[in-house]
Structure formats: structure tokens, C-alpha cells
């Protein structure tokens, strides 16, 4: 069966006085319909790159993909023109930022930008299309959406912001949704809230998600299935349920010991030592042997292979090697 998006031994470059630089490097995921993935990892994981090579908008001259494959129902994106690939991120797939100051016009009013981006995807008239503006701010939990149309963006708080960049996405009732950090600028309360309104679309509407976040524990609230990224590749991925309770990856076992938790035994938090590599600084070997408390001699110097685990679970650690003294599962 075709997948709905599948990414193939994806490598990403940018462009270095010295050369070209590798940032992404041959990783591969799958999404199905209705799934939500989170893609997780700090800063510098290559995970906003990933996203961006997704949507056709790696900035040009200065990124591309080097090697590899990204398809939705099977078509390459990559072989597409830059039309085409307008009409997808028009039809096929939204995005919702961190930061949805950057996406609204701060000059115009709320409602006339939910409405125009109603008419880009449709041939609605103007009429029809206030009409489902307010619609779609109901769906999203406003709960006076006509006076929220008559409104510009700075007289909103970040949550009341983030649901209209959410309503916006929505106008062209995509099959994917790919939310880049979407709750970090917000408090708690709202987090959960904006959280909840995703999962209640993906539910309602059957859309898939791509969650690019750094916090696991957003990624435990919503999400299916689960890739941790680490300098550039994927190190473990698989079913959120088996990724939380038994991680394999040195370095998902340092996230999931540095994030705070509500229910069992009281932990010490412990953070991972020592930051992500500089694309420039790779090493080759495990990337992440500089800060891995179980490094082994083999790790400086031979890459890890990916080890198949039950139901799509993956760990790209020499400590499954038939050669080491680990159990598999
Ligand atoms: Fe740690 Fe080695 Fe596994 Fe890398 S391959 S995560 S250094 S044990």
C-alpha cells in the first residue's frame, strides 16, 4: 500500500566556503493518514531542516537535498516544479511555526488574512468565505470569533495567535500538518490547550501530523509514533508507547531522564553533558559518542548500524551488535 508521505534515505547539504557541509544524512520515516509523528531532538538535530526540505523551502543557493527521496502517495516532491509544489503546500500540506507573528501580516486584520488564504485554496466568493473564517475560528475554540476577525494580530495573546495560524492552516483541509515547535513560546496552561485543539482536528478531520518539537513530553501528550534525532540522523524511532517505556538509544534515555514527570518514583533530573556537535565536526563514528555515558572503544571510529527491534522499533547503537553483551528484545 502507498504510504501518505515517505522520507528515503534523505541527505541534506549547505553551502560552506569550504565546501559543502552535511546536516541531514540518510534518514528515512514513513506517515500514515491520520498519524501523528513527533520528530524529536535539541537544537542543531537537523530537525527544522528536515521539515523545511519537506514543504519545498530550503532556502535556495544555500541548501539542498544531496541524496535521497521524499514522497507524498508515492510522487517525488523533489521532482516537482516550483508550481507544483506551491499547489501542495497550498492543498496537501500546512505548517504552524513557534512563532505565528512571523506568518500573520501584522497590518491587516485578522479576518481579512484568514480569508484570503480560504480563496487561495478554493473559488469561494468573499461572502462565503467570511462565513467559513468564522467557522473554522469556532472549530478552533474562539469563542467570539466575528469580533476576532476585526482584530490585528499584536491585540492577541500568543495562544489566541497560535489557534488563528491553526485555522488558517486548516482553510485548506490539509492531509498533513507539519507544527515546527508549535507550543514553545507558550505557557503551560495554553500549551495543553493548543495541544489538545490539534489532536481534536486530527481526530475530527483525520489529518496527520508532523510535530517537530525538543520536548519529549509534548511528544508523549499526542503523538503515534516517534523519531529521535541526533546530529543530522535518526537514532531511534518507533511507537511512542514502546520509545517511552523502553528506550534503547543512549542519548533518548538522557532526554527522557532530563524531562520532568508527574507520576512514579521522584528522580533527580540529570541533563545531557556537553552540547551537539557543529555539522562541521561530525565524527566517524557514533555522533554521539563525545557525550554518551555507555561509549565503547568501536564507537570512535565505526558508524552504528540501525538495529530492527518488534514493530518498527529502530536504535542506531553499536550496543545491540550481536558482538555486545546486551539482550535484545
Ligand atoms: Fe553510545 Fe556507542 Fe551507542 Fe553511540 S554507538 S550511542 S557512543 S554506545
Redesign the pocket.
Known amino acids: 500500500m502507498t504510504k501518505l508521505m515517505e522520507i528515503d534515505q534523505l541527505s541534506i547539504e549547505f553551502a560552506n566556503a569550504s565546501g559543502p557541509i552535511q546536516v541531514v544524512s540518510g534518514i528515512s520515516l514513513e506517515l500514515e493518514p491520520g498519524q501523528t509523528l513527533g520528530i524529536v531532538g535539541e537544537s542543531g538535530s537537523g530537525k527544522s531542516v528536515t521539515s523545511l526540505s519537506v514543504m519545498g523551502l530550503l532556502p535556495r543557493g544555500l541548501a539542498r537535498v544531496a541524496e535521497g527521496d521524499i514522497r507524498l502517495h508515492g510522487q517525488s516532491l523533489l521532482d516537482m516544479s516550483e508550481s507544483q509544489m506551491q499547489r501542495v503546500r497550498g492543498n496537501q500540506i500546512a505548517t504552524i511555526f513557534q512563532e505565528p507573528m512571523t506568518a500573520l501580516n501584522p497590518v491587516f486584520k485578522i479576518g481579512r488574512q484568514i480569508r484570503e488564504s480560504i480563496r487561495q485554496h478554493s473559488k469561494k466568493s468573499k461572502k462565503e468565505a467570511h462565513k467559513e473564517s468564522i467557522i473554522l475560528l469556532s472549530e478552533v475554540g474562539i469563542s467570539a470569533p466575528e469580533q476576532i476577525m476585526e482584530v490585528y494580530p499584536h491585540q492577541l495573546s500568543g495562544g489566541m495567535r497560535q489557534r488563528v495560524m491553526i485555522a488558517m492552516a486548516m482553510a485548506s483541509n490539509p492531509e498533513i500538518l507539519i507544527a515546527d515547535e508549535p507550543t514553545t513560546a507558550l505557557d503551560v496552561t495554553i500549551q495543553a490547550q493548543i495541544l489538545d485543539l490539534m489532536r481534536k482536528l486530527q481526530k475530527e478531520r483525520g489529518t496527520a501530523i508532523i510535530l517537530i518539537t525538543h520536548d519529549l513530553g509534548v511528544v508523549a501528550e499526542i503523538c503515534d509514533r516517534v523519531c529521535v534525532m541526533y546530529a543530522g540522523q535518526i537514532v531511534e524511532q518507533g511507537d511512542a508507547k514502546s520509545l517511552f517505556k523502553e528506550p534503547k538509544?543512549?542519548?533518548t534515555v538522557g532526554l527522557l531522564n532530563s524531562m520532568p514527570r508527574f507520576s512514579g518514583e521522584m528522580k533527580r533530573l540529570q541533563a545531557i553533558s556537553g552540547q551537539v556537535p557543529h555539522p562541521s565536526e561530525y565524527a566517524t563514528g557514533?555522533r554521539?559518542?563525545s557525550r554518551?555515558p555507555?561509549?565503547?572503544d568501536v564507537?570512535e571510529n565505526t558508524e552504528?548500524a540501525l538495529y530492527d527491534f518488534n514493530n518498527g522499533h529502530r536504535c542506531k547503537?553499536?550496543?545491540y551488535r550481536e558482538d555486545t553483551n546486551v539482550t535484545h528484545s
Open positions: 538509544h543512549p542519548y557514533c554521539f559518542a554518551c555507555s561509549r565503547m564507537c552504528p547503537c553499536h550496543l
